[in-house]
């Protein structure tokens, strides 16, 4: 049975992860609306990865006889001035994540929680990899600056992302 603070702490990761699934929808309505097709799609996959992590949570709090606690989310950020400025905002919503999981292993290594803190490997490993890949675009964005054959070859790589899910 786990503490009452580290289950409360799992369902909060859990709903932000439905929250970070709503923020890229937003993004991507926003990057359809500019006909950035590909930008939208990259958002997309981003958007159903970030559903993939919630149900990660939701799954896990299950096995563990505990109960999974679907909340309300709140509205996100509509407004972006650019696609560099939706990739900032998305690289710092992942640092945002990237403090939370690491605020949780923090609580379950409190708690000798060893299920949790093996189970907790998986997001540390994968927030790497998030923030490198924001990160790595946004670079490529300010290099790109006024290119716009550049722009729109970004836009067409991005159309050709899917989902795949991340081993184990
Ligand atoms: Fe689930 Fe992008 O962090």
């Known amino acids: 049975m786990l503490g009452d603070k580290l289950l409360k702490g799992l369902n909060d990761q859990m709903n932000f992860e439905f929250y970070a ?4 929808l937003a ?3 926003y990057c359809s609306a500019e006909s950035y097709d590909g930008f939208a799609n990259f958002f997309l996959v981003q958007a159903e990865e970030e559903r993939f992590h919630a149900m990660k ?32 905002k998305a690289l710092l919503q992942e640092k945002d994540v990237t403090k939370k999981i690491y605020h949780l292993s923090d609580l379950a290594l409190d708690d000798r929680e060893h299920a949790t803190i093996n189970f907790l490997k998986w997001f540390i490993e994968e927030q790497v990899e998030e923030e490198d890949m924001f990160d790595s675009i946004i670079h490529k964005l300010k290099r790109i600056d006024d290119d716009s054959n550049a722009f729109f070859m970004l836009d067409e790589e991005f159309s050709k992302r899917s989902f795949t899910p991340k081993a184990e």
């Open 21 to 24: 699934a709503h923020s890229y």
């Open 27 to 29: 993004i991507a309505a």
């Open 57 to 88: 949570f939701y799954d896990f709090i299950n096995a563990l006889g505990e109960r999974a606690t679907i909340r309300e989310l709140a509205e996100p950020n509509n407004e972006f001035n650019s696609i560099l400025d939706a990739f900032e």
